[in-house]
């Protein structure tokens, strides 16, 4: 076993605890992403009424990047029981960021949860390559690193060949969770079928690729993400809180999306913003470039939705630096159009719409502000070609971090016109109403989405140059 992992008490009794009458009922999400976890209370208005979150370590072992799956533990059970006192916990829903899943025996880890960042050897890689099906089975375009899922799986049967798949089960990031909260195994859809080369979206099957090495039959039972497995364990609750199944971030919410009056019931495209950018397409599926960032999701019905996705983060810090966090605003953006000042894409290895790369910045930004800016900026011309490769159509609505930044929507709503962009409110926490929707399947957003409004600023030229300048050694300009 890996680390102090075991279950400390046992299951709470169904129907037992004194649950106080004057606690608000909500749903607990726990939020377990790649560079931050976050657990959050959401009221049955859509509201969204506490939220507690820590930044994740980067472990090691054996020279490998890990997943810091002890401390995120610890800290979920501590602050599942804080806030178990400050509502009437109606149910549990784990999210989890794509491409990780952990080997399990017995009562605990059988192994460190590999990182998709750690770098496989290349002759594995090699291997690797002739054993994955293609993308127009799977919709799963070869991405580096373990981006895969099934990458990792394969390099674990070279460095554990006694363990997977033998012995071990794998579970699915957010079913990870679920068990460590209930003790239930599970396998879900949304999970599987993020780029992970173990999934066949039109054919709702197992890859050859899966059912070939053995893996199919190590997962558990598949399971919807809305389905609840069984009372939380431990001392979690005052009374009987069950632990649904769960889903991956992106598609929690995209889910939540869904339910906004202003796109319900038509073709929009959601960007969905943070460490990664993933833009879902819904209205109709088809295969999107997977040599620029194209792929196929998997929603939480089963069904495929086109999508593209860039590390946005991570572009955003290569050009910001230092100067997180700083506020800029349409004099800067001013500023930086009528000096030139500009970038050049992809600063990250995470492929997007420009793989090939290698980002740069021409011209010096005078400010934190103008720097912070530029990094907005570079993000919405990312974002206007990653919409590209899904071919967008109607409305685009943005989600997460960045929808509340002070020049990307805009930007990108520049980009767009005359098709509407949207910003969730406040930012919103897609993923968390996402997930409460699976407990509560009419639960409406409590405030609706807020059109951006273009910049005041005149981007056109700015942006043709750009697009030439990233085009000049890709594809086509869009």
Excluded at 153 to 176: F, M, S
Excluded at 194 to 213: G, I, Q, T
Excluded at 246 to 273: I, K, M, Q
Excluded at 455 to 473: E, F, G, Q
Aim: hydrophobic share 40%.
């Amino acid at each position: 076993m890996v680390g102090n992992n075991q279950f400390a008490l046992s299951s709470i009794t169904p129907g037992g605890g004194n649950r106080e009458n004057d606690l608000v009922e909500a749903v607990a999400v726990l939020d377990v992403g790649k560079t931050h976890a976050k657990l959050s209370l959401i009221g049955r208005d859509g509201a969204i009424l506490a939220v507690r979150s820590r930044a994740n370590a980067t472990p090691t072992a054996d020279g490998r990047a890990v997943l810091d799956a002890d401390g995120i533990e610890a800290w979920a059970l501590a602050t599942l029981g804080e806030l178990d006192r400050e509502a009437d916990l109606a149910a549990i829903v784990p999210v989890g960021h794509g491409a990780a899943a952990a080997l399990v025996e017995g009562d605990g880890l059988a192994a460190p949860v590999m990182d998709y960042e750690a770098q496989p050897p290349q002759e594995l890689a090699r291997a690797y390559e002739a054993e994955r099906d293609g993308f127009a089975v799977t919709g799963s375009p070869r991405l580096q690193r373990g981006l895969n899922l099934g990458m990792q799986l394969y390099w674990q049967e070279q460095l554990y060949p006694d363990l997977w798949p033998r012995r071990a089960r794998a579970l699915l990031w957010p079913q990870y969770w679920a068990w460590r909260l209930c003790g239930e195994v599970a396998a879900e859809v949304s999970s599987l079928g993020c780029h992970s080369d173990l999934w066949r979206p039109h054919e709702h099957a197992y890859s050859a690729l899966a059912k070939r090495r053995g893996w199919a039959d190590r997962f558990g039972p598949m399971t919807p993400a809305g389905s609840r497995l069984g009372p939380a364990r431990g001392d979690l609750a005052r009374g009987r809180v069950d632990v649904l199944c769960g889903v991956h971030d992106s598609n929690a919410s995209l889910h939540a999306v869904r339910s906004y009056p202003e796109v319900a019931g038509r073709p929009f495209t959601l960007v969905s913003t943070g460490t990664w950018f993933v833009a879902f397409r819904t209205g109709k599926a088809g295969w999107a470039e997977p040599e620029r960032g194209g792929l196929t999701n998997v929603d939480v019905a089963g069904e495929p939705v086109q999508s593209a996705r860039f590390m946005g983060g991570r572009e955003y810090m290569a050009v910001v630096g230092e100067d997180l966090g700083v506020e800029p605003g349409p004099a800067e953006v001013r500023a930086l159009v009528e000096r030139g000042v500009s970038t050049q894409p992809s600063f990250d290895y995470g492929g997007g719409p420009y793989p090939r790369g290698p980002g740069a910045i021409s011209g010096s930004p005078a400010t934190p502000a103008e720097r912070a800016a530029l990094g907005s900026l570079h993000l919405a011309m990312m974002t206007r070609a990653e919409l590209d490769v899904v071919g967008a159509e109607g409305p685009v609505v943005i989600e997460g971090r960045f929808a509340r930044d002070a020049v990307f929507p805009a930007a990108l709503a520049s980009l767009r016109a005359p098709d509407r962009v949207y910003a969730c409110p406040q930012g919103g926490d897609g993923v968390a109403l996402g997930a409460a929707r699976l407990v509560w399947p009419d639960l409406t957003p409590a405030v609706g989405l807020a059109p951006v409004e273009p910049l005041p600023v005149d981007i056109d030229d700015y942006a043709t140059s750009w697009w030439v300048t990233a085009h000049r050694n890709e594809l086509p300009i869009p």
